[in-house]
């Protein structure tokens, strides 16, 4: 444990073919992922997709089935949890309900025999907000206080990678967005890296370098928060990540740099090659609700538009800067479209028909049509 | 309406009469730990405070209680320490037989004392173990081992399993998170564990005549000396242990009011 220090920068972490079987039943599936050193890395995705059991295997608490964990180019896979500079902001909190506040900060660098336990205990606790309960139980704390606690007794370590699983759940807006804008103070300044699990996208991509997005054990997609939203490759991820609108269908044709989807209705939609995830067969063709326009009657297709006519308008909600609609294009689904409202006021109104329409180099193309468990659910 | 006032009556006439029935052996024993008793103890002589003040003067009352304390120590000790090993591990870890260990456990508290007396008795009688402090010791550890078991098991099954993952992931060795987070969280079960077993272990009389041999006990001195009359000193003993054990209760009673209001005021 002697060897274990305070960090001065954080490390690089690699999972390689990780697996986790809990009796019958397969929890994280064959997962591969980096994370480079300093990095803050956002683990988004459904209940029970395999995130916290994730954390765990690369903290130390569970044995992976398969696979190996990489900190810093070290095999720590069979490495000892208390032997592994990795700390945890547990789901559950799991602070030491017999130990004061200050006690349960300093635990980690007593056990450490950190000379200077005392000040960083109080340093850090200051950072949550929470210098005046050093004295206190847990018990006595609110939900909110005992997950800053949470926070604070993780982060004071300065550990060489920090595993947050939702760290921020049980917070109201405000405090959320002071200690997000925290965190990432104390990750950028001591450059640690930050593994952090999410429910909430938006906190994601606006505190993360890079995001993945998993899925029943597995990682549907990872990179940038721009790029994810820009072009997902699955609908699971056009779907969590945001709002979009799926047209499932065929691939008829394809030259260097456009692809024809013929989708139901006897429409065509076209993509951009370099913007589909899959280039024949069932290819999905997707748009994000604000990249849409929406006319009345019907419109022209052009070659660098697509359009989809014959739609009615089933919702129109004003939400001041914009409009949100629904319009139902029968066998198509329904489609959701905001608009700005820059200049005059909502164009169209409740039960017109219209088509609506978006440039070509803005969709993006699916290699699946919608994810099972969306399916499942609308199939209900 | 009437009913409830029925009620309301008859409860408190209830808990009242409850109450002295309870009470009435124990004030009965009190009271005549001063009397002037000259050969036996049953009718009231007068008073005195020569039992009191010199408790010792009864032939083997003073030794048999120091060897109920005695015994009751070193059995609450081995049993309590055995028991919560033990208990933990029938928690925490899958071994083969568990189950089976797990059910053994309850049947020196289901066994009737007299046969369990009885047996512990064969028992050291084909092992030539010579009856005395040593195979009470052995026999009370035994029985006491039980319920210290079932105690503190019920405290370890109710323990969250990621506070001592918590402990794990800040740096604490096996041993760190044992000493420093799973025993105190024990605390309170252990206590209770070894207040039981003490209690138990002082009580006892049946398998202490089984395995005691020319050794008393204080139950046993008790038993033995009614034939004759039961000396005043006994009366004392027992009055200073039940004065003890209420005095014991207030004060934790005290204690932890204080502190919950203490608590409480720290909000
Ligand atoms: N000890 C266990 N034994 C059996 N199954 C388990 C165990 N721990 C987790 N699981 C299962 O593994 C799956 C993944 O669980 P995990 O806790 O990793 O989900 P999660 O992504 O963190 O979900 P949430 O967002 O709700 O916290 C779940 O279906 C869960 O039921
Ligand atoms: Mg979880």
Redesign the interface.
């Known amino acids: ?1 002697a060897e ?1 220090s305070l960090s001065s920068s954080g490390t690089e972490l690699t999972l390689q073919g990780i697996r986790k079987e809990f009796p019958g039943f397969v929890a994280v599936d064959n997962l591969d992922l980096t994370i480079r050193a300093g990095e803050f890395f956002a683990l988004l995705g459904p209940s029970g997709c395999g995130k916290t059991t994730t954390l765990r295997m690369i ?3 569970e044995d992976p089935s398969a696979g190996k964990i990489l900190l810093g180019g070290v095999d720590i896979t069979d490495t ?4 592994r500079p ?3 902001v ?1 789901q ?1 909190y ?5 130990l004061t506040i200050f006690e349960n900060v300093a ?2 660098l007593r ?2 025999k950190v000379s200077n336990a005392k000040e960083l205990a109080l340093a850090a606790l200051d950072l949550v907000q929470l210098a005046h309960v050093a ?3 847990p018990a ?1 704390l609110s939900g909110g206080q005992q997950q800053r606690v949470a926070l604070a ?2 982060i004071v ?1 300065r550990p060489a990678l920090l595993l947050l699983d939702e760290p921020l759940g049980a917070l109201d807006l405000k405090l959320r967005r002071e200690m997000q804008v925290e965190l990432k103070k104390i990750q950028a300044d001591v450059g640690l890296t930050f593994l952090h699990v999410t429910h909430d996208q938006e906190e994601a991509m606006t505190m993360a370098d890079t995001v993945a997005v998993m899925n029943n054990g597995h990682i549907e997609q990872m990179g940038a928060p721009e790029s994810m939203y820009d072009l997902p490759e699955t609908a699971f991820v056009a779907d969590f990540l945001g709002q979009s609108n799926v047209f499932r269908g065929m691939a008829s044709s394809a030259n260097a740099s456009t692809i024809e989807v013929a989708i139901p209705g006897g429409t065509t939609l076209r993509v951009p090659v370099a913007r589909a995830s899959a280039h024949s067969g069932d290819v999905s063709v997707g748009v994000r609700p604000e990249k849409m326009s929406i006319h009345a009657g019907a419109v022209a297709p052009q070659t660098d538009t697509n359009v989809i006519s014959g739609g009615r308008v089933t919702d129109v909600s004003f939400t001041g800067v914009s409009s949100q609609y629904s319009i139902d294009f029968g066998p198509l689904g329904n489609v959701v479209v905001f608009e700005q409202n820059l200049k005059a006021l909502p164009t169209v109104d409740l039960g017109d028909v219209v088509s609506v329409s978006w440039k070509v180099e803005r969709g993006f193309g699916l290699r699946d049509h919608r994810a099972a468990v969306i399916d499942e659910a609308s199939e209900l | 309406m009437k009913g409830s006032i029925f009620g309301r009556a008859l409860l408190p006439i209830y808990t009242i009469l409850a109450l002295l029935f309870l009470l009435i052996p124990i004030v009965y024993t009190f009271i005549f730990s001063f009397n002037d008793a000259f050969k036996t103890n049953i009718q009231w002589q007068g008073f005195t405070w020569h039992n009191w003040t010199n408790v010792c003067d009864a032939q083997g009352v003073c030794e048999a209680f120091g060897n109920s304390i005695i015994v009751g120590v070193v059995a609450t000790l081995a049993a309590t320490a055995l028991g919560t090993a033990l208990a933990i591990a029938l928690v925490r870890y899958k071994f083969r037989g568990r189950n089976i260990v797990s059910l053994l456990i309850f049947l020196p508290m289901a066994t009737p004392e007299v046969v369990l007396g009885a047996g512990l008795a064969a028992q050291f009688f084909s092992l030539g173990t010579p009856k005395g402090m040593l195979t009470v010791i052995i026999a009370h550890t035994l029985f006491c081992l039980s319920f210290v078991v079932v105690t503190v098991k019920a405290r370890v099954a109710s323990l969250d399993a990621s506070i001592e993952e918590a402990g794990r992931d800040l740096y604490a060795s096996p041993g760190q998170v044992f000493w420093r987070i799973t025993f105190p969280l024990l605390i309170p079960g252990i206590a209770a564990a070894a207040l039981l077993s003490f209690a138990l272990s002082f009580d006892d009389f049946i398998i202490t005549y089984f395995n005691s041999g020319s050794m008393q006990t204080f139950p046993t001195f008790i038993y033995i000396s009614a034939v004759r009359g039961v000396p005043p000193e006994a009366n004392v003993i027992a009055s200073a242990v039940f004065v003890l054990a209420i005095v014991g209760v207030t004060i934790s009673q005290v204690v932890s009011s204080v502190r919950r209001r203490r608590l409480a005021a720290s909000r």
């Open positions: 444990m274990v903290a130390g608490l000892k949890a208390y032997k990795v700390n945890t547990f559950s799991a602070l030491f309900p017999h635990f980690g056990r450490r004295d206190r139980r006595q007794r993780a370590n």
